[in-house]
T-cell receptor
């Protein structure tokens, strides 16, 4: 069966520090991968998606970046965090264009 | 107009009642529609998917789709306190045709509280 792992679960970082969140998927090949952010009391905002190794599309310009160094690994990064980067970060995967996602357990990031 | 809009809520229903959650979307060519449940502090969980007009039933949940009206709803029968959560509507917005690579656009969510 397919599983998705996301870590860390909770992170408190100072403003201006770097960020690296990792997501891996098991039990499937060539998944579509997605990073979403959910700010407090708000909806899910798509940040990046990837349909293959090294293929990254950005939905919202900001100080975050994403990479996909391996088929089932998706990384979200920042060189310098802002207070506005705080939120609940969710990685998700799907296979195909018409099926729903499966989300990871999420990382709650607080920038202080 | 937002691409996916849900009734703002919060919605409170007594245990055993029917909870009705509504969602409208802007893209006429959208093909895939989903309902997710999100418990406080947790990630969203897919509970229903629907692709064609009409009703789709799964246990106590029924999803209804009307593409002509660009409307999708979720009914929860015999609501239980464990159904208390935020319900997110998600739509595969195609934005002028072509593949969207499975990208889903989510509504803001409706908070449902089922009280004993």
């Amino acid at each position: 069966s397919q599983t998705i792992h996301q870590w860390p679960a909770t992170l408190v970082q100072p403003v201006g520090s770097p960020l690296s969140l990792e997501c891996t998927v098991e039990g499937t090949s060539n998944p579509n991968l997605y990073w979403y952010r959910q700010a407090a009391g708000r909806g899910l905002q798509l940040l990046f998606y990837s349909v293959g190794i090294g293929q990254i599309s950005s939905e919202v310009p900001q100080n975050l970046s994403a990479s996909r160094p391996q088929d089932r690994q998706f990384i979200l990064s920042s060189k310098k965090l802002l207070l506005s980067d705080s939120g609940f970060y969710l990685c998700a995967w799907s296979v195909g264009g018409l099926v729903g996602y499966t989300f990871g357990s999420g990382t709650r990031l607080t920038v202080v | 107009q937002k691409e996916v809009e849900q009734n703002s809520g919060p919605l409170s229903v007594p245990e055993g009642a029917i909870a009705s959650l509504n969602c409208t979307y802007s893209d006429r060519v959208s093909q895939s529609f989903f309902w997710y449940r999100q418990y406080s502090g947790k990630s969203p969980e897919l509970i229903m998917s629907i692709y064609s007009n009409g009703d789709k039933e799964d246990g106590r949940f029924t999803a209804q789709l009307n593409k002509a009206s660009q409307y999708v709803s979720l009914l929860i029968r015999d609501s239980q306190p464990s159904d208390s959560a935020t319900y997110l509507c998600a739509v595969n917005i195609l934005k002028g045709g072509g593949t969207s690579y499975g990208k889903l656009t989510f509504g803001q969510g409706t908070i449902l509280t089922v009280h004993p």
